[in-house]
């Protein structure tokens, strides 16, 4: 045997292992309890992601160092501060370009049945491009056109059949905002629950839509620094130099401004809520298996006390039960949760991945769920007096 | 030579204030190093209470109880937990553990010695097995062998260690005359082989010629000491 021939010192095989295969039966009831919690966990954060994938995808793709919004916030587009303040980000120091940037919600008809829903804009300066999608820079020039957008392919298509009339050449106008404006190019972003699709449309066709006192409105300034430009030292800047009432943002704040408002959301709460049932779901099954396990071998714990073992090396065993049974269940748990979570991306259309971190954060809750069942259960070892053994 | 076990105006009581039962009564015993001695006496009348009190299985309440050179009562319950495991044991019932082999279970004892590696403790159980008779069996589990082939794997586990003390209670109960005196006989042999003292509780009558002593109880007193070819008639 290969293994023979290493010069590992061969060890004592733990007595938890021995223990937990003895009872096959129990075993496996342990395990595919542990599966079943981990499967629950999985999915409520698979629903979770399902439904909130997506809600960075803007602030995410856009291409600059330092964002400007209104103080009051709670999510890219929410409130807006006067444009004027955007050229007087431009003169501070280390700042190299601060452009304009709209996002906003606007009527929109369905041209296939007349039906009035919503679609959000997303309105830029193309002479000024803020963002990091090659599709929008590559097609500036169209956007510049007077009543005309670009489409995002990927939004609901309770918006109509955009992008198939499009593909095959048909011009229908479309009333956006009470005026009609024609598709002259698509890209791709995405939508979720929350925003059915998104348009992207030049700043002066916004103030065709929207009417002047709107387009003063910016929803964000995109700001560039200068190479060298200590970060710090330029939003510290900005703080200073604009009013009160505007923020200075990193892109990773912008984006986390994003999700911590989402994660508010009740349909988040609920998912939360389902990822702690199945974690207690998860320490009941643990703990059962180990008290019943406990109490069985009461005597033999006794025994083990009276030639000399110590508390707490019984104590080990007991979390050394918990610690293998946790690692054994997670692998059949995670496996049954990706082949969900395809299933669930097939019938929802938006990617349901299974995340590193996700992953393993559920294992680590699922250790945690291990020994804490553990500790409660190994309450009854003390129980266990080597006196009853004689 | 000091002795090994040293009992001088031991009481034992169960139960607090005016509830307490007073269960051993003034119990003074000295045992000799290589000695063994039978206790007898009627049901109830504090054996198993006085053997786990020597085992430390339990506090010791009053009077002196010293056991291989340390003193039980008022020891703490680190110093309990490191003389148990230089005691052996052997119950009545054989209290081993069934998820583990013969050899398994002898190696439980064996693997709180300090300084011993793996090969040998394997070695060390492998011989005592076979010197119980059962080196054809060290892969069994306890569920697979009979009562008097557990009970010998218990005695090998309460001997494996060279204890200088063996504490048994009623080890002979669970088996017929037959395998009961084999036992026994076991126990005698390999104490004479590794100088080691017992003392052995037990009701019958066809084993007391093993003994040097054999001591009788009553009511939680010591009331008499006999030579066995005395009690034997
Ligand atoms: N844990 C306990 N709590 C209270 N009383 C106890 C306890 N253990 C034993 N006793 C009492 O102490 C007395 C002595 O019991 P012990 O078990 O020492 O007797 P024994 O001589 O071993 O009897 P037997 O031959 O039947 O095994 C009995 O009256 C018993 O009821
Ligand atoms: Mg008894």
Redesign the interface.
């Known amino acids: 045997m290969v293994f023979g021939k290493l010069p590992l010192p061969r060890r004592e095989k733990p007595l938890a292992w021995s223990q937990l295969s003895h009872q096959r039966m129990r075993l496996l009831v342990a395990l595919s309890g542990i599966s079943f919690a981990n499967i629950l966990i999985f999915m409520q954060l698979g629903f979770r992601s399902a439904m909130f994938s997506g809600t960075t995808n803007v602030p995410a793709s856009l291409d600059g160092d330092v964002f400007l919004i209104n103080k009051t916030s709670q999510f890219l587009g929410n409130e807006t501060f006067d444009k004027s303040q955007l050229y007087r980000a431009a003169a501070v120091p280390g700042v190299a370009t601060a452009r304009p940037f709209y996002y906003s919600p606007a009527s929109w008809v369905n041209p296939d049945n007349r039906k009035t829903t919503n679609i959000t804009v997303i309105a830029i300066n193309p002479a000024q491009p803020v963002m990091a999608v090659p599709a929008i820079n590559d097609q500036l020039a169209l956007v510049e056109q007077t009543d005309r957008m670009l489409f995002d392919v990927k939004s609901l298509p309770s918006l109509g059949a955009i992008t198939q009339a499009f593909t095959a050449g048909q011009d229908t106008p479309i009333e956006v905002q009470g005026r009609k404006m024609r598709v002259n190019g698509t890209f791709a972003l995405g939508s979720n629950i929350f925003k059915r699709g998104h348009i992207v449309i030049s700043d002066v066709n916004y103030l065709r839509l929207f009417g002047a006192t709107q387009a003063n409105q910016l929803h964000a300034g995109v700001l560039k620094l200068e190479p060298g430009a200590n970060i710090q030292t330029v939003m510290a800047e900005l703080e200073r130099t604009l009013p009160e009432e505007i923020s200075a943002l990193s892109h990773t704040e912008l984006i986390e401004l994003e999700q911590n408002y989402w994660a508010k959301e009740p349909a988040g709460i609920i998912f939360d809520f389902g990822t702690i049932m199945g974690f207690v779901v998860g320490v009941v099954i643990v703990y059962q298996v180990l008290y019943s396990d406990v109490n069985d071998h009461l005597s033999e714990y006794a025994t083990l006390k009276a030639i000399g073992y110590s508390d707490g090396q019984l104590l080990l065993v007991v979390f050394q039960e918990a610690t293998i049974l946790a690692v054994l269940g997670f692998m059949p748990g995670i496996l049954c949760s990706l082949g969900l979570y395809s299933v669930l991306s097939n019938l929802t259309g938006v990617a349901v991945l299974m995340r590193l971190g996700v992953g393993l954060q559920v294992f680590s809750m699922t250790l945690v769920m291990g020994v804490l069942s553990a500790a409660i259960a190994v309450r009854k070892l003390r129980s266990a007096d080597p006196a009853d053994v004689f | 030579m000091e002795p090994v076990v040293n009992i001088e105006g031991l009481h034992h009581a169960f139960g607090k204030g005016s509830l307490a039962k007073p269960v051993l009564i003034d119990i003074n015993l000295a045992i000799q190093p290589g000695e063994i001695v039978i206790l007898t006496g009627p049901s109830g009348s504090g054996k198993?209470t006085l053997?786990?009190l020597m085992?430390g299985?339990?506090s010791a309440q009053q009077g002196s109880l010293r056991i291989l050179g340390q003193e039980l009562t008022g020891a703490g319950k680190?110093q309990l937990?490191?003389l148990?495991?230089?005691i052996g044991?052997i119950?009545?019932?054989h209290?081993l553990?069934?998820?583990?082999t013969a050899q398994?279970n002898v190696?439980?004892?064996l693997?709180?010695q300090p300084g011993l590696?793996?090969?040998d403790?394997t070695t060390a159980a492998t011989a005592m097995l076979d010197a119980v008779g059962l080196g054809h069996r060290v892969n069994y589990r306890p569920d697979n062998l009979s009562g008097g082939q557990k009970q010998r794997v218990a005695i090998a586990?309460a001997l494996v260690t060279q204890p200088k003390l063996i504490l048994a209670?009623e080890p002979t109960a669970a088996l017929d005359s037959q395998s009961g005196r084999e036992v026994v006989q076991l126990m005698q042999r390999l104490a004479q082989e590794q100088n080691c003292t017992i003392l052995l509780v037990t009701h019958d009558n066809r084993i007391l010629d093993i003994a040097h002593r054999i001591i009788h109880m009553e009511d939680g007193r010591l009331v008499r000491t006999e030579s066995p070819t005395a009690a034997v008639v």
Do not use: H, I, P
């Not at chain 2, 553990?97 to 583990?100: E, M, Q, R």
């Open positions: 198993t053997l786990s085992g299985l339990r680190k937990v490191e148990r495991s230089r044991y119950f009545q019932a209290n553990l069934d998820c583990l398994e190696r439980m004892a693997r709180l590696s793996y090969d403790r586990r209670d």
